[in-house]
Nanobody, 124 residues
Framework: QVQLVESGGGLVQAGDSLRLSCAASGRPFSNYAMAWFRQAPGKEREFVAAISRSGYSTSYSDSVKGRFTISRVNAKNTAYLQVNSLKPEDTAVYYC?????????????????WGQGTQVTVSS
């Protein structure tokens, strides 16, 4: 098992940017593909982005493609989500997740390691 802790959220204006971080511990970080999901009040959990173990491959939801960038620095045991051009509809709790499976992507049940989340609030 790997433990995950998110940080970097906050209250921002529409059009602003943030960099969210996900610090991992407990197991070798490079063994896990990483992903970001988000959940707004009254809505279901939504896939945002994912990245392979090496960082070579990435995947994004259509709603964030071109605005958000997922990355990782394995030497620091940390994954990141750079969020640009934020919109009010991006307001949610953002969660990072990890899986040791070779088949990674947008399916939530693929991931059995989750952080506690960090709040992103975008005002208009």
């Amino acid at each position: 098992q790997v433990q995950l802790v998110e940080s970097g959220g906050g209250l921002v204006q529409a059009g602003d940017s943030l960099r969210l971080s996900c610090a991992a511990s407990g197991r070798p970080f490079s063994n896990y593909a990483m992903a970001w999901f988000r959940q707004a009040p009254g809505k279901e959990r939504e896939f945002v982005a994912a990245i392979s173990r090496s960082g070579y491959s990435t995947s994004y939801s259509d709603s964030v493609k071109g605005r958000f960038t997922i990355s990782r620095v394995n030497a620091k045991n940390t994954a990141y989500l750079q969020v640009n051009s934020l919109k009010p509809e991006d307001t949610a709790v953002y969660y990072c997740a990890a899986t040791p499976m070779l088949e990674w992507g947008s399916i939530p049940t693929t991931y059995n390691n989750w952080g506690q989340g960090t709040q992103v609030t975008v005002s208009s």
